[in-house]
């Protein structure tokens, strides 16, 4: 399997614009995750889905965040509009289920917000 | 919420030294897992010990676990350059709960 695939890998972009980031989890994993990373805040749980379904989006920081997952095999996290603040390395993770499983980290998005 | 607190923060030995990361946690715990993240990538699970266990090894890594101290610690003997990477914890509360990560410890390996 080629594990979770997360692109772009990177992305800058301007103030104000949409952002959109791609998942494809691990083949029969049930469940999907996106965090976000920063040296101050450290890992982040944004969002969770257990079959293509949202559970806890508690962790969305703003309603300019949004997340789908419209089959088992695809999900994005939207930005929009993006600010500079939001700059951080964003993860996808996927796991046989939601209840603690061992989590298969993507390689992560860097995105840079100007 | 944050769950597990790894310390120390950072963490600088010579190679082949032991290294010794531990983790504090706050809540009863179904599992406890550690993950590794080299710079720039993803993390990656080490390992996982369950709250009815105390001990786990796994190659180099050996894991404890004192669920009355509500801590565990990782050991790496041996270490080994390519050791340098973030270690982090990561608990797991009853029901169908996900994994809650501390803020990691940074370790480097010095040649």
């Known amino acids: 399997d080629a594990g979770v695939i997360q692109s772009p890998r990177h992305e800058v972009t301007e103030m104000g614009q949409e952002v959109t980031l791609r998942c494809k989890p691990i083949?029969?994993?049930?469940?999907l995750f996106w965090y976000r990373q920063t040296m101050m805040r450290g890992l982040e749980l944004l969002i969770y889905f257990n079959n293509n379904v949202p559970i806890d989006d508690s962790g969305m920081p703003e309603d300019r965040f949004s997340a789908k997952m419209p089959n088992a095999s695809f999900s994005t996290l939207k930005i929009q509009p993006s600010e500079p603040r939001d700059s951080a390395v964003y993860f996808c993770?996927?796991?046989?289920?939601?209840?603690?499983?061992?989590?298969?980290f993507g390689p992560g998005t860097r995105l840079t917000v100007l | 919420s944050q769950q597990g607190e790894e310390d120390p923060q950072a963490l600088s030995i010579q190679e082949g030294e032991n290294a010794t990361m531990n983790c504090s946690y706050k809540?009863?715990?179904?599992?406890l897992q550690w993950y590794r993240q080299n710079s720039g990538r993803g993390l990656v699970h080490l390992i996982l010990i369950r709250s009815n266990e105390r001990e786990k090894h796994s190659g180099r890594l050996r894991v404890t676990l004192d669920t009355s101290k509500k801590s565990s610690s990782l050991l790496i003997t041996a270490s080994r350059a390519a050791d340098t990477a973030s270690y982090f914890c990561a608990t797991v509360n009853s029901g169908n709960t996900p994994l809650v990560f501390g803020k990691g410890t940074r370790l480097s390996v010095i040649a």
């Open positions: 993770a996927s796991s046989l289920s939601e209840g603690g499983d061992t989590q298969y």
């Open positions: 083949s029969g994993h049930n469940s």
């Open positions: 809540t009863s715990i179904n599992n």
